[in-house]
């Protein structure tokens, strides 16, 4: 599909240019000559793939309309649309307000129509992953929900502004279905009620899972008691319906659900607060029968001295809820909490744990579907082979990440190889099955382990300038390896198993130069050739920096460089990287 390009620039020269070289490059373009225009119209007709948007204009300048735009798409619940500067300025102050505001990059005009399509298709692609990555983010894998992080986020914002009801949703019994009909049917049962809670709830409500079969909902517009137990009824009813479809008839578990609700506005707004009180009626409903709902009301759960739970209460409460004698599967956003726990337990206690990464890949013959299906039984597979005190997590279709806590190194071959052979001797070899380990060590300095650290290598022959981005980016938190020659990069590259996050390229260097040494590094394999790259110059030519762009550079700097603008530039791609980082993409 073509790509979506709004130009907003008072000069009908620049305009009809812009409109020009877009269009032969099969770019849909609507142009328009002002911000209010710009506002108006997605206002009523939607937003474009990105905005080319010019800053000195009458009435309305780029700096206000973009102050205006991101109040709009906050206002109707819009992703944040990707903005090009359109500038002749080369005020530094300039560039630096526009990037601390939120702009993606800057053109110059008159502007190059080679640097015009590299700056847009770089822009519009960063976004792009950057928008997957962050709906990765907020995603529970298994129920396409949002996820625990995001439900804070998500419903603290519908508590403070709308009115409805909050609701804790809670599945009665579902330990025995994974008990009896294991956890690839207790999968099956969560997925179809993740289902059941979207077709049920009203229109404008979101809902997330906060836990294994534990689910919150702020319920928009929900006003009374009667439509709280008219939600639960359903809820009762499709879940039933949808269990004996899935495992037949005959099936007998009490499966059913909790709710407990409390009203909002009217017990307050503040989503944790509510959160803890429809907790508290939730516990009404398990300890009375359950399958049933029950309402907060300050009348009915007065504080008094006889409302301390006693130990045994709160295991009664949790006893659904108990993980089994198997390892701990979290989503992605769970499992990196725990990691970061474990790393601290791991330098606290002097100790040593392992991470384990399978990666599955269709053997000759193997069907789309068959290996597909093999990837999700995998899983459960290595759920039911190791410990309880072991965590996992599935990071990408056919990968999943382990984490052995106090794990003796000399018994890590064997574990592994006893689940590749059961798995191969029961399922036989459907998919090549590989694996990488990596132990985690007390540090000997007493230095905390780190869990992200942003890191770049500066290249440049030029002293004053490797101190001068060293000290800029050091101060923003950002660790700099400084080299001085395309040769000692490449070097580098091949005796470093830990790759850099970025790299800062000058081009006119002794020997090899930039153009060279990024040549020479795509030659290198997939993974090096990912690693972004900012080329620094101080060539002002047009044609130095299309020939970068062409090369598959992310940014072009020039030099004399100034430190805040250099430092905004990196972070600005850094945030892609992090997310990548993260997502083990």
Not at 98 to 104: A, L, P, Y
Not at 342 to 354: G, Q
Request: net charge negative; proline share 2%.
């Amino acid at each position: 599909m073509a790509k979506w390009i709004m130009v907003v620039d008072d000069d009908v020269t620049n305009l009809q240019m812009a409109g020009h070289i877009l269009s032969k490059n099969n770019m849909r373009v609507t142009a328009l000559k002002s911000g209010r225009a710009l506002l108006d119209y997605i206002d009523s007709k939607g937003v474009p793939d990105l905005i080319l948007l010019d800053i000195k204009m009458p009435e309305m300048d780029g700096f206000e309309t973009l102050k205006r735009l991101r109040a709009l798409e906050q206002e109707k619940s819009l992703s944040e649309t990707p903005v090009i500067f359109l500038t002749a300025s080369e005020d530094s102050d300039t560039e630096t307000r526009g990037f601390e505001e939120g702009v993606s990059d800057y053109v110059r005009k008159p502007f190059n129509p080679d640097v015009l399509l590299r700056r847009i298709e770089n822009v519009v692609s960063m976004q792009s992953e950057m928008k997957s990555l962050k709906d990765e983010a907020t995603t529970d894998k298994l129920t396409g929900l949002i996820n625990k992080a995001a439900t804070v986020v998500e419903l603290s914002k519908m508590c403070s502004d709308t009115a409805g009801c909050l609701m804790m949703i809670d599945l009665d019994s579902f330990k025995l279905v994974n008990d009896i009909y294991g956890h690839e049917m207790g999968d099956k049962v969560l997925i179809s009620f993740a289902d059941i809670i979207r077709g049920t709830i009203t229109e404008g409500s979101k809902a997330g899972r906060i836990g294994g079969d534990e689910f919150v909902s702020f319920c928009k517009g929900v006003a009374t008691e009667e439509q709280v137990s008219d939600i639960t009824k359903q809820l009762n009813e499709k879940l039933l319906a949808s269990a004996k479809e899935l495992m037949g008839e005959d099936m007998n578990i009490p499966l059913g659900v909790s709710v407990g609700a409390i009203m909002v506005p009217k017990y307050g707004n503040d989503y944790t607060s509510l959160l803890k009180l429809a907790d508290k009626a939730l516990y009404k409903v398990k300890k009375n029968g359950k399958h049933g709902y029950a309402m907060y009301s300050s009348e009915s759960f007065k504080e008094d001295g006889t409302s301390n739970q006693t130990i045994g209460e709160l295991s009664e409460i949790l006893g659904e809820r108990n993980i089994s004698d198997v390892a701990m599967q979290l989503d992605m956003d769970a499992f990196s909490y725990v990691y970061r726990y474990v790393i601290r337990y791991v330098e606290r206690h002097k100790t040593t744990a392992c991470k384990l990464l399978f990666t599955l890949e269709a053997s000759e013959g193997t069907d789309e579907q068959a290996y597909t299906d093999a990837c999700d039984e995998f899983g459960n597979h290595v759920r039911m082979s190791l410990r309880k005190s072991d965590i996992m997590t599935r990071n990408r279709t056919n990968q999943y990440y382990v984490f052995f806590t106090e794990f003796r190194e000399d018994y890590v071959e064997r574990v592994v190889s006893k689940i590749i052979d059961d798995w191969y001797g029961s399922k036989g070899h459907i998919v090549d099955i590989t694996y990488d380990t990596e132990f985690v060590r007390h540090s000997s300095t007493g230095k905390p382990l780190s869990f992200e650290d942003k890191h770049v290598l500066m290249v440049d022959d030029d002293m004053i300038n490797l101190k001068l981005a060293e000290k800029a980016l050091n101060e923003g938190g950002i660790r700099v390896t400084s080299l001085t020659s395309g040769d000692a990069l490449l070097e580098y590259i091949d005796n470093n198993e830990v790759l850099p996050d970025l790299i800062l390229l000058d081009i006119k260097m002794p020997g090899m130069d930039g153009y060279e040494t990024m040549s020479r590094l795509i030659g290198k394999g997939p993974d090096v050739a990912k690693i972004p790259v900012i080329f620094l110059t101080a060539d002002e030519s047009d044609g130095a920096e299309v020939k970068g762009l062409e090369l598959g550079a992310m940014d072009f700097l020039r030099k004399p460089f100034v430190p805040e603008i250099l430092r905004l530039r990196v972070n600005h791609i850094l945030e892609l990287v992090m997310l990548r980082k993260r997502y083990h993409r």
